[in-house]
């Protein structure tokens, strides 16, 4: 049996050119991330200047020599927690309520008779 080479992935493009996406990503490797997270496309942590400070292998291994999911031993309502400092209530100023102001009558208006249209569909329902 005889191996085959690993296939190329290309893409059509919208406008129908053949896009090799590895050659892409090789000729990139070195340009700066868009971002605030201060890598290159590779992954590589940059420093001051453009200089890689991190390559991407020592990030990524000590990404996994930090212990993930280990139990607590001691639940969280167990622990102790640091007594709360309570500011004194201020104390109360008393005050007289504001004045209401006075609510009249106001007369209803007169009833005026209806007229035309209204007149003859008023007994009807």
Same mark, same amino acid.
């Given at each position: 049996m005889v191996a085959r080479a690993p296939r190329k992935r290309m893409y059509r493009s919208m406008q129908g050119r053949m896009i090799d996406?590895?050659?892409l990503r090789a000729a990139n490797e070195e340009t700066i @991330?868009?971002?605030n997270m201060n890598v290159n496309a590779r992954g590589d942590v940059i420093g001051a200047g453009g200089q890689?400070? #991190?390559p991407k292998a020592d990030v990524i291994a000590k990404y996994y020599e930090q212990p993930k999911g280990r139990a607590?031993? #001691?639940p969280t309502r167990m622990k102790p927690t640091p007594a709360? $400092?309570?500011a004194p209530a201020p $104390? @109360?100023?008393e #005050? $007289?309520?504001a004045p209401q102001p006075r609510v009249t009558r106001q007369a209803k208006p007169k009833a005026t008779p209806k007229k035309g249209i209204d007149a003859?569909?008023?007994g009807i329902e």
């Open positions: 996406i590895e050659q @991330a868009v971002g890689v400070a #991190t607590d031993d #001691t709360r $400092k309570v $104390k @109360a100023v #005050t $007289k309520p003859a569909l008023d």
